[in-house]
């Protein structure tokens, strides 16, 4: 079950190349992008330490039932909706901007809005499903993507025509400017993926532990670097800053001259269709369920009566290993 | 029950705008455009010049059956000429399989080559790993030659740059985004080859140096040849001692290359390449009897033709190594550094470190 925690962490790094945030770190690419790196791989591992050890004392509860267990209702609710709001707008924008491209490199001729509403009924209809099936859609197209993703990003890294002095000069430049604010932002991006476990903690048995937590930093750093340092190396440290689809052009510099195809980037958009779908898919699914939250009571969600609360709680705090988190439950439930 | 009837049916009757399909027009309603070439028309009114091959698709497909027919048109900026042009053609112009766009010689001397880039890194349908090369004497002999070995029309001239086709070791091959990098790069200048017509072929065999706007400096096929070896490690290429009655000559095989800068302040500019190959064309027994020797030798001789021509393309003011950007990797891209390498550079030495392997002397001693 632990897999189902990595896939999210995985396939935010994998987003994070697709979304605005290598355009936002490259226009800074002079002042404070490089140097923020570090900091914001050491903020983004700690947040996620910190954030999947408090949801494991909280097995099978998503933030909304945690809500519930120690705040008054309308505060809850007030949170709640908070959450809905950010994460229906995460989806959002990676909607909108994905959707623009396409009409870019795929459909120029297409309206935009038809775009957009096709991809938008595509990903309400997954988002609507069951938590369980959305986990199940997530592992399946992950693993169909991020092999040939990762094989277009080792291939772009092991490139020729990578110039490695371009690199070496923004890497080493930038690390002696002052880290930016809007670049640790940008940067801690790629850590965000522990996030859906606010939600997908409701179906983690409860004797899950985190486990292989090392690889975040590394998993994350990885994903980062690339997203940065790829494009310059492939554009020069002055023309990178004048496209604006900076991904999308640097993957159209590959070629498969043996492929079916020798256009890397329409393989690249198509895998990044399904990427985009899928972060679609998981934030309005959160989004929908921490809104359902709002109009359930803790307890009907886990029986009517105080005796099954209780009951429940034994169940959960099976061998009464944590005396603190079961007097937690029986107190407020 | 009905509700959800009624919602599938609202569901329905959203999707049936997107059964207009992509809007897209139908392969028999494009052409496709397989090289492109702008030229200087020495009209200042309309100064470009835009010629496009035009392949006309054929259910046959053999050794000169590639047909296609060209149009020219003048304007005042490319993008107008394409414009124009596409009111003499009855199909809409495709450039997604465009991939070679040729410099007239002239354009260049004239008006530099950052107008015509703007316009090909613009558009979203033109391929960045395009060859990009100078025509000549114009953009126009080339692209409307028609050579009788094309099975496809456009597919002579692609072939013969990378090594999809042909691997000649004087052809430098010089991608649109590659292209597009070095007309920004600090340090790093445009290198583009010289495409001209030799009877019935085209004949990619010269090179030419480019500051951010103008030529500066032509390279004949040999320079060319060795430019190709030292910035890329271009491999089968040949490397020639000379030699009576004959040439030794050494089929290269393998080369790698590097660019360094040794000794701080008052830097030497290094190039250490790796040869590797075999001889085709040697006395008989001479590999034999001093085979340490020999490498030596070829080496000496390559690091010297080598040096010549670093020499020569540095007193052109030009920079297509990119030692210019190594320098400022180097130091950090400290404040005045680049100024400093502009000082620098002029007066730069040069050190060629060769190291050539012989594998063998082929099937005889």
């Known amino acids: 079950m632990i897999r189902y925690y990595y896939y999210h962490i ?223 190396g492939f554009h020069g440290t002055q023309a990178v800053g004048n496209y604006l689809y900076v991904w999308s052009v640097t993957t159209d510099s590959l070629q498969m001259k043996y492929g079916f195809i020798q256009r890397v980037l329409y393989l690249f958009l198509l895998l990044y269709t399904f990427l985009s779908l899928l972060f679609v898919m998981n934030t309005w699914h959160t989004g929908m369920e921490f809104l359902k939250a709002c109009f359930k009571k803790v307890q009907a969600a886990y029986g009517r009566s105080r005796r099954a609360c209780h009951q429940l709680v034994d169940l959960r705090c099976a061998g009464g290993a944590d005396v603190r988190l079961r007097l937690f439950y029986e107190r407020y439930i | 029950m009905i509700l959800k009837k009624a919602l599938l049916l609202c569901l329905i009757l959203t999707l049936v705008p997107a059964l207009g399909g992509c809007q897209l027009k139908d392969i028999d309603k494009r052409y496709f455009v397989v090289s492109a070439g702008f030229d200087y028309s020495d009209n200042p009114a309309m100064p470009y010049r835009v010629s496009l091959r035009l392949a006309l698709p054929s259910s046959k497909v053999e050794e000169g059956g590639a047909m296609s027919v060209v149009q020219t048109v003048d304007a005042a900026s490319i993008a107008e000429a394409v414009r124009h042009l596409k009111s003499t053609v009855d199909k809409e112009l495709e450039f997604g399989h465009c991939r070679e766009f040729i410099l007239g010689r002239k354009l260049i001397e004239k008006d530099g080559i950052d107008n015509s880039m703007q316009w090909l890194s613009r558009r979203r349908d033109i391929q960045s790993v395009s060859n990009v090369m100078i025509g000549e004497p114009d953009a126009y002999s080339v692209v409307n030659l028609k050579p009788k070995s094309e099975r496809y029309p456009g597919n002579s001239l692609f072939l013969s740059f990378g090594n999809e086709g042909t691997e000649a070791a004087n052809t430098v091959t010089t991608y649109l985004f590659d292209l597009y990098r070095r007309l920004y790069e600090t340090g790093l200048d445009p290198v583009l080859p010289v495409a001209s017509l030799f009877g019935d072929a085209y004949r990619i065999d010269r090179a030419a140096m480019l500051d951010k706007q103008k030529t500066r400096l032509f390279l004949d096929p040999d320079e060319t040849l060795l430019f190709n070896m030292t910035a890329f490690g271009v491999d089968n290429t040949i490397i020639a001692l000379p030699d009576k009655p004959v040439n030794i000559v050494l089929a290269a095989t393998h080369t790698t290359s590097k660019i360094n800068l040794a000794g701080g302040e008052d830097p030497v500019a290094v190039v250490n390449i790796r040869i590797e190959g075999f001889l085709e064309q040697s006395p008989p027994h001479l590999l034999e009897k001093d085979w340490r020797g020999l490498e030596h030798k070829m080496g000496k001789r390559f690091s010297e033709e080598a040096e010549k021509l670093l020499y020569k393309i540095r007193d052109a003011g030009v920079d297509p190594y990119g030692f210019g950007l190594h320098y400022l990797a180097d130091h950090h891209n400290g404040k005045g550094r680049w100024e400093k390498w502009k000082r620098l550079y002029p007066d730069i030495r040069f050190d060629v470190r060769a190291s050539v392997s012989i594998q063998g002397s082929g099937l005889i001693r």
């Not at chain 1, 499903?129 to 959305?134: A, I, K, N, W, Y």
């Open chain 1, 10 to 232: 995985f396939y935010v790094g994998m987003m994070n190349i697709m979304v605005l945030v290598p355009y936002v770190l490259i226009s800074h690419r002079f002042d404070g992008a490089v140097s923020s790196f570090p900091l914001a791989i050491a903020l983004g591992t700690l947040y996620s330490y910190v954030t999947s050890s408090v949801f494991q004392r909280f097995p099978g509860l998503g933030l909304p039932e945690i809500y519930k267990l120690f705040l008054p209702v309308w505060l809850a609710n007030c949170l709640n909706l908070v959450g809905v709001v950010i994460w229906c707008v995460a989806g959002i924008i990676v909607l909108f901007s994905y959707s623009n491209t396409i009409g870019i490199f795929f459909d120029p001729e297409a309206s935009a809005y038809l775009n957009l509403a096709i991809m938008a009924a595509a990903s309400m209809w997954a988002a609507s499903r069951t938590s369980r099936s959305v986990q199940f859609t997530h592992e399946v197209l992950l693993i169909v993507s991020t092999p040939i993703i990762l094989w277009i990003l080792f291939k772009a890294l092991f490139s020729n025509w990578l110039d490695w002095d371009a690199i070496r000069l923004i890497a080493d430049a930038g690390i002696r400017r002052p880290p930016s604010m809007i670049c640790l932002f940008a940067s801690s991006f790629v850590f965000s993926g522990h996030m859906n476990i606010t939600l997908f903690n409701r179906l983690n048995p409860r004797d899950l532990k985190f486990r292989l937590r090392w690889t975040i930093p590394f998993v994350g750093a990885f994903f980062l670097l690339v997203s940065f340092f790829v494009p310059i």
